[in-house]
């Protein structure tokens, strides 16, 4: 890949700047500097933290509020879609907004002979800091909520359809965000990741998990977005097949064009 087609979210957010006098502009699609990976790092721990905070939280709020499954449902993937939006637009300037492993390791995976993204180092740090933010943030919305700080999820999410759900769910997500890298069109990233999160949680049977850090964060708690302890490793091998899938697709929608001899 080019760094154009494997650039992280973070420039779906980054205005172009001018360059200095005197200085040559950096080719269309470059890689911007990068931040300390310390601080790329924290921001995908508290950007993941916020994220599974909002899902566990509304899921609380929905369910104190109505006993209608169709309305907890809408009220969770709408304040899902909102609060997956803001913070990758504020996010994504630092870390590139990742909040999931499978996309960090899809970035890595595309980067590996040279391109932009991350290096198989800095996945090996994104990805426990994702883990240890999901955790968190499930932790803090039960905290919010007056909800024991740590219960195990009852909610068994293991029937083959759901693990089927979770395959589409992720190879759509990683298809729609490298398929905005090859296309040049990363600065609609955060309305779109949002609006295909909304949207997949109504017509995925899984309700779009499509990540593995919140999967075991939602695992924490025994609320509306729960989902039990032996249903995690499951959604997670799905996950990364979807991941897969989705690089598949990519690599076949946007294949070069070849110019004529």
Partial sequence: MTPAEAAPISEAAMPAAEPEPGTVAPAPGATPPRNPLVSRASAELVGTA??????????IQATDLTEDVGLQ????????????????????????????PVVTLA????????????????????????????????????????EPLVKWSTHDRSAGHLLLGEV???????????????????????????????????????TSFANPAV???????????????????GFIGMQVVGGVVGLALVALIFMPGRSAD
């Fill in 50 to 59: 916020l994220l599974v905070a909002v899902v566990v939280g509304s899921g």
């Fill in 168 to 206: 589409v769910a992720t190879a759509g997500l990683i298809l729609l965000i490298f398929g905005l890298a090859r296309a040049d069109q990363l600065r609609y990233a955060p309305v779109a990741v949002a609006s295909y999160i909304g949207a997949a949680y109504w017509f995925t049977s899984s």
């Fill in 215 to 233: 999967t075991i964060g939602r695992a924490f708690t025994d609320t509306f977005a729960g989902i039990a302890p032996g249903s995690v490793a």
């Fill in 73 to 100: 449902l809408l009220a969770n993937s709408t304040a899902t879609v909102f609060g997956l939006g803001i913070l990758i637009l504020l996010l994504g300037p630092v870390s590139g907004a990742h909040f999931n």
């Fill in 107 to 146: 970035e890595w995976w595309t980067a590996r002979r040279g391109g932009a993204g991350v290096t198989l180092r800095e996945a090996a740090v994104y990805v426990p800091a994702q883990i240890v933010g999901a955790i968190a943030g499930a932790i803090l919305a039960d905290a919010m909520f007056g």
